[in-house]
C-alpha cells in the first residue's frame, strides 16, 4: 500500500490550496478515504472522509470551505481547500478509512504534506 500526497505549501490567509493523494497497492475504488492533519503540538485530526460511493464528510470547522473529491480512474483523492486560516496550518495525511465512523481508524496513510497559512 502506498499513498502519496502533494500539493502543499507556503499559502496567504483567504488563499486556496488543491491537495492530491495518488494510492497504489490496494483496490483504491472500494475503499473509502480521508485527510486528517496534525498541526505542531497537537494530536491528528481527521478533516474530510469520501465513501465508496462518492459521499462526502467533513468536520464542522472545515464546512463550507473545504471539498474532497475522488477520481478513481486515476486512484487519487483530492483536498480543495478555500479561504484558508492560519489554523489550517499543519501536515495533511491522507488515509484509507476503515473505521465505523469517519476519523476512528486509518489502516494505512501517507507521509503527508505541508500547509503552512501566512502572511
Known amino acids: 500500500v502506498q499513498l502519496v500526497e502533494s500539493g502543499g505549501g507556503l499559502v496567504r490567509p483567504g488563499g486556496s490550496l488543491r491537495l492530491s493523494c495518488l494510492a497504489s497497492g490496494f483496490t483504491f475504488s472500494t475503499s473509502a478515504m480521508s485527510w486528517a492533519r496534525q498541526a505542531p503540538g497537537k494530536e491528528l485530526e481527521w478533516v474530510s472522509g469520501?465513501?465508496?460511493?462518492?459521499?462526502?464528510y467533513y468536520a464542522d470547522s472545515m464546512k463550507g470551505r473545504f471539498t474532497i473529491s475522488r477520481d478513481n480512474a486515476k486512484n487519487t483523492v483530492y483536498l480543495q481547500m478555500n479561504s484558508l486560516k492560519a489554523e489550517d496550518t499543519a501536515v495533511y495525511y491522507c488515509?484509507?478509512?476503515?473505521?465505523?465512523?469517519?476519523?476512528?481508524?486509518?489502516?494505512?496513510w501517507g507521509r503527508g504534506t505541508q500547509v503552512t497559512v501566512s502572511s
Open positions: 469520501i465513501s465508496v460511493g462518492g459521499s462526502t
Open positions: 488515509a484509507i478509512d476503515i473505521g465505523s465512523t469517519w476519523g476512528e481508524s486509518f489502516g494505512s
